[in-house]
Nanobody, 120 residues
Framework: QVQLVESGGGLVQAGESLKLSCTASGTIFSINSMGWYRQAPGKQRELVALDYSGGSTNYADSVKGRFTVSRDTAKNTVYLQMNNLKPEGTDVYSC??????????????WGQGTQVTVSS
């Protein structure tokens, strides 16, 4: 079936940059959107950045101007370029996709998450 695998997380100092990648594989006919989410302890899951196939993007206010989401449609891969990272950005970042998969049904799929730790 569909699998989303993230990579690129790690430990960086405040002010440094990091780039996350997520590739979707399996039975995929079409992808409507791919994006990144995070959920800190005790907090609701929040959207970090979303890339729509129609060409639009959406960012959380806290990352706008510092993060950039992009996608290689042919490779079913979404990226998150994170610049000027801050300690409060420390979290597990999960990749998600809304896609047409097995049985030609639309559904949402999630990756396992990748840890981003920003030291002060």
């Amino acid at each position: 079936q569909v699998q989303l695998v993230e990579s690129g997380g790690g430990l960086v100092q405040a002010g440094e940059s990091l780039k996350l990648s997520c590739t979707a594989s399996g039975t995929i006919f079409s992808i409507n959107s791919m994006g990144w989410y995070r959920q800190a302890p005790g907090k609701q899951r929040e959207l970090v950045a979303l890339d729509y196939s129609g060409g639009s993007t959406n960012y959380a206010d806290s990352v706008k101007g510092r993060f950039t989401v992009s996608r290689d449609t042919a490779k079913n891969t979404v990226y998150l370029q994170m610049n000027n990272l801050k300690p409060e950005g420390t979290d597990v970042y999960s990749c998600a996709a809304n896609l047409l998969g097995l049985g030609r049904k639309w559904g949402n799929y999630w990756g396992q998450g990748t840890q981003v730790t920003v030291s002060s």
